[in-house]
């Protein structure tokens, strides 16, 4: 109490913590599984004793090319209020799911030649090398869709010496089939330009890519998009609360006004000025300031255009008779920022309240 103020100033922050995100960092080798929509569990430190259940909202379109993670957003009910914005925790997202499938630890999977073998214990010291299918792989179990059965034992420690003894087989896989000779009538290959392996990144052609900004310096009412999310070319992303905006407002009504009064006047002493009942000079007088109130009304409504007020709002006030009785006017608070094409909220860093030029 007693302390003083301005309008730029941000005095009070609420929000409505019922629902809210928990962001992680998904890593670039793992992210193309992640999509929205599915489960997630999320373990908090401040709470290690309860698990929070949520789904994942939207992933966010730039990827931290330091880290080189990718954010996704878990949406979680919080109706006891328990998560507040800045805890700390991990999720789990759940990418796929198995129902009763045979799983085989990590370890027991060699990769030879571009598939995977398991060495399958037949008892008294006899191994057959299996080849097997890999369904979903996690840290330290993989799903086998095919050539093991529920019970089959396969070897885990020294798995890799064991299985070099079967080194001089040829795998009946696909990638080590030979081509066949031109004595079987196969085509002599065609020699080909040996191929350059270089280091490349995605990006963006430059006329796929928009800024968005506000065309006047006020406060951040409203956000209105997420990330990643998709828009069109004309969709309200924010609004800016502005009182520039009223203040301009206010200038189109007051020199509306007195434009409206000054014209009624000239037309008035035009025929008494014709007559001589009044001093031409009075009437040339009235007819300057005319001219000097349309050049005003004319340049704020180009302002008023240029910063975002539909043409339709500018008419609206320029009709408000404000001597009437009956006059209902309500002023603009707050100007829309537009997306300029269409796509997806790639980034933004404004909060409600902020104070933007």
């Not at 990330?227 to 200038?251: M, T, W």
């Amino acid at each position: 109490a007693g302390q003083v103020v301005k309008t730029t100033e941000h005095l009070f922050h609420v929000v409505d913590i019922s629902i809210v995100w928990v962001v992680g960092d998904v890593l670039e080798g793992e992210v193309a599984a992640v999509r929205v929509g599915q489960p997630a569990t999320v373990f908090c430190k401040a709470m290690p004793d309860r698990v929070f259940q949520g789904t994942v909202d939207h992933l966010h379109q730039q990827k931290d090319n330091r880290r080189r993670t990718r954010a996704a957003a878990i949406a979680i009910t919080n109706r006891d209020h328990l998560l507040r914005p800045g805890m700390f925790g991990q999720m789990q997202i759940e990418t796929d799911r198995s129902q009763e499938a045979i799983v085989c630890p990590t370890e027991g999977i060699i990769r030879y030649f571009g598939s995977e073998y398991v060495l399958l214990n037949r008892g008294e010291g006899k191994y057959l090398r299996q080849p097997v299918k890999i369904g979903i792989r996690r840290e330290n179990q993989v799903e086998i869709l095919d050539g093991l059965f529920p019970g089959d034992q396969v070897v885990v420690n020294g798995n890799h010496i064991l299985f070099s003894l079967f080194a001089n087989e040829t795998p009946t896989s696909t990638s080590m089939r030979t081509p066949p000779t031109a004595d079987e009538g196969a085509e002599r290959p065609v020699d080909k330009q040996p191929a350059v392996i270089v280091q490349g990144t995605v990006e963006l052609p430059t006329d796929r890519k928009a800024l968005a900004g506000a065309r006047i310096e006020g406060r951040v009412q409203q956000i209105h998009v997420n990330h990643s999310q998709e828009v069109l070319a004309g969709d309200v992303l924010a609004e800016v609360e502005s009182l520039e905006l009223r203040n301009l407002q206010g200038d189109l009504l007051e020199s509306q006004a007195k434009l409206t009064w000054t014209r009624e006047r000239v037309a008035r002493l035009e025929p008494l000025a014709a007559q001589t009942a009044i001093s031409k000079k009075e009437l040339w007088q009235l007819q300057t300031d005319q001219r000097v109130l349309e050049n005003r009304v004319a340049s704020v409504v180009r302002k008023l255009g240029m910063i975002g007020v539909p043409q339709e709002e500018i008419e609206r006030a320029r009709s408000v008779d404000l001597s009437a009785e009956d006059c209902d006017l309500t002023l603009l608070r707050s100007i829309p920022i537009r997306a300029t094409i269409d796509g997806a909220v790639a980034a933004f860093d404004i909060v409600p309240g902020q104070i933007v030029d």
